[in-house]
C-alpha cells in the first residue's frame, strides 16, 4: 500500500501534463513492464508486448580529472549525454572526487605501491594479490558500484596480509644481524 501511496506521489509530482505517459513513470516501474493490453476487447491486436526498447538504461558518465570552466560544447561528455539522454538515464560522477569508491580503491592500491617497504617486484606476493584482486574486479563488475567497496575490503584483507609479511622479513633482518654481531663478537675474543 505505502509503494502504491508512494508511486501516486511521484505522479503527481514528476508528470508534465494531466496525460501520464509511459516516459513519465519512474524508471523502476518502467523497466518492469511487459506488455499493453487495451481493456474492452479481446483479440490479438489489444496486445502489445515490449522489448528492451521501453527500458531506460542506468549509464554513467565518469569523469577521470577535476570539473573545468569550459564552454559546454567543448566537453568531452557532452555529447555522450545529448546522445544518450533521451533513452538512458544518465549518473554523472568524477572520478577524482575523493569519496567515490573507485578512488578510494585506486588511493589505497596507489598507497601500498609507493610503499617504500613494500616488496613490488614481479614475482612479490603482493603484485600477485593485487593483480588477482584486479581480475576479480573485472570479473565481477557489471553494474553495481558496490562491487568497488567489496574490492576495498579485499585490499585490506591484503594490506593486512602485506603487513604481515613485512613484519616477519623485519624480524628476519633482525635475527639475522643479530647472529652476525653475536658471531663477529665470538670471533673478536
Known sequence: ????????????????????????????????????????????????????????????????GPEQE???????????????SPSADIIEGNLASHGTPMRRLIDRISELATDPDSNVAADAPLVKELEGLVEWLLGNFDRDLSTFDEA????????????????ERLSQVTREAERQEALARYQRR
Not at 576495498?152 to 613484519?167: I, K, M, P
Request: include cysteine.
Open 70 to 84: 569550459t564552454l559546454q560544447l567543448l566537453s568531452p561528455l557532452h555529447y555522450l549525454r545529448q546522445g544518450l
Open 152 to 167: 576495498l575490503a579485499r585490499l585490506e584483507q591484503l594490506a593486512t596480509r602485506e603487513a604481515d609479511r613485512r613484519a
Open 1 to 64: 500500500m505505502r509503494q502504491l501511496e508512494n508511486l501516486c506521489h511521484w505522479l503527481t509530482v514528476m508528470a508534465p501534463g494531466q496525460t501520464i505517459e509511459i516516459a513519465d513513470l519512474p524508471p523502476e516501474l518502467r523497466n518492469r513492464i511487459t506488455r499493453f493490453v487495451l481493456d474492452g476487447a479481446r483479440s490479438a491486436g489489444t496486445v502489445s508486448l515490449t522489448d528492451d526498447s521501453l527500458k531506460r538504461r542506468k549509464i554513467a558518465l565518469i569523469r577521470m
